[in-house]
């Protein structure tokens, strides 16, 4: 886990805690159908990275940078989420 975990939970730990208890409570015992991680990461990326981007003024490089991954996984995760 890297550093930028380590810190006090914030609003968006407690969301994806709530949201995923609410998952469980709305599954009432029965096992889920998908992989919950996957799940997850697949509802919050796409916000992400939409969100940063309109941030960076549409750079793709300094949204690479601010999200701390290379500008070619951007690019991939840009065309994954079919995000312009």
Known sequence: MSEDCNINENDIAK?????????????????PSVAIYNMVICCVEKPLI???LFHA????TRTAELLGINRNTLRKKMQDHQIK
């Open 15 to 31: 969301y994806v805690r709530r949201a995923v208890n609410d998952y469980f409570k709305d599954l009432d015992g029965e096992e």
């Open 57 to 60: 003024g549409g750079n793709q």
């Open 50 to 52: 939409e969100t940063v």
